[in-house]
């Protein structure tokens, strides 16, 4: 299993980045797929979730409204649309989904910085 994210970066406050989540080693379109973020010193927090079949997706309070999951099981791959970006989302966000246990991606940084 191989989980490769793409797309950080620095952005402004009110900006927007599209996060993608490049998947490998499994039959992507059966399993459900996760971002979680961590900033420094807090603990890694499930930031949105969707289904095998994209039909259902979850958020965390603090992105509702402002971040879209997506996927596209041709491609392998699951997006993070992040839009009106907040000082607070500064984090690095990874993939990951649960086969036999957890697997992660390397992550990739987002700061949002004025």
């Known amino acids: 299993v191989q989980l490769v994210e793409s797309g950080g970066g620095l952005v402004q406050p009110g900006g927007s980045l599209r996060l993608s989540c490049a998947a490998s080693g499994f039959t992507f379109r059966r399993y459900e797929m996760r971002w979680y973020r961590q900033a420094p010193g807090t603990e890694r927090e499930l930031v949105a979730s969707?289904?095998?079949?994209?039909?259902?997706?979850n958020y965390a309070d603090s992105v509702k409204g402002r971040f879209t999951i997506s996927r596209d099981n041709a491609r392998n791959t699951a997006y993070l649309q992040m839009n009106s970006l907040k000082y607070d989302d500064t984090a690095v966000y990874y993939c990951s989904t649960y086969l036999n246990g957890f697997y992660w991606g390397q992550g990739t940084q987002v700061t949002v910085s004025s």
């Open positions: 969707i289904n095998s079949v994209g039909t259902s997706t």
